[in-house]
């Protein structure tokens, strides 16, 4: 039960865009349905804000995207705004019965 | 409104036990699964355990499993965690979760208990 990747830290001005990706295997990321995407602010309980990779529970903007390919996810923040300063984690079940997350990545809005 | 309302927690010697508690009001608590996830201090999301809508299926991380035991009682709109033969790396915030929308994505949360496991 191998934590999925991402890179630590991701940075760009006010209305830029920023990728984050999250890799894992064939096991948990190459063959799930049911990747999700979390903002954590320091201190606060996170939130989801993609699910089954690309949806967007009510209420999150559409500046947010998710994405998947092959052993990839992807969660895109379109004009980025100072708010969205925060930590961001994946997650993706892998098999029936087992959720992993990534490592998270610090967002930072320059 | 859907509410998520932890106690327990706390600090206690290594090799101790701890009972966590979830109170969930709002939704239909005997249709959905419920999730435990930690956070140690500074560090990220760790997935500790789920257990089933009707409870006869419960899994668990590889770092706890043995050690911690998941239940629920449906009549109480409630879920559980026992926390047996602790170490100083299980010390973390726990969350208990749960989904609306699919079910391994996580949109409803508690409060967050800490759990310490300190000598």
């Known amino acids: 039960q191998s934590a999925l990747t991402q890179p630590r830290s991701v940075s760009g001005s006010p209305g830029q865009s920023v990728t984050i990706s999250c890799t894992g295997t064939?096991?948990?990321?190459?063959?799930?349905?049911?990747i999700s995407w979390y903002q954590q602010h320091p201190g606060k309980v996170p939130k989801l804000i993609i699910y089954?990779?690309?949806k967007r529970p009510s209420g999150v903007p559409d500046r947010f995207s998710g994405s998947k390919s092959d052993n990839t996810a992807s969660l895109t923040i379109s004009g980025l705004q100072p708010d969205d300063e925060a930590y961001y984690y994946c997650?993706?079940?892998?098999?029936?019965?087992?959720?992993?997350f990534g490592g998270g990545t610090k967002v930072t809005v320059l | 409104e859907v509410q998520l309302v932890q106690s327990g927690g706390g600090l206690v010697k290594p090799g101790g036990s701890l009972r966590l508690s979830c109170a969930v009001s709002?939704?239909?608590?005997?249709?959905?699964?419920m999730h435990w996830v930690r956070q140690a201090p500074g560090k990220g999301l760790q997935w500790v355990s789920s257990?089933?809508?009707?409870?006869?299926?419960?899994s668990y991380a590889d770092s706890v499993r043995g050690r911690f035991t998941v239940s629920r009682d449906n009549a109480r709109s409630s879920v559980f965690l026992q926390l047996n033969s602790l170490r100083a790396e299980d010390t973390a915030v726990y969350y208990c979760?749960?989904?609306?929308?699919?079910?391994?994505?996580?949109?409803?949360w508690g409060q967050g208990t800490l759990v310490t496991v300190s000598s």
């Open positions: 997650s993706s079940n892998a098999g029936p019965s087992t959720l992993l």
């Open positions: 979760a749960s989904y609306s929308y699919s079910g391994w994505s996580l949109d409803q």
């Open positions: 064939f096991s948990d990321v190459g063959s799930s349905n049911y």
């Open positions: 257990i089933s809508a009707n409870g006869p299926h419960m």
């Open positions: 709002g939704f239909s608590f005997s249709e959905y699964s």
């Open positions: 089954d990779v690309s």
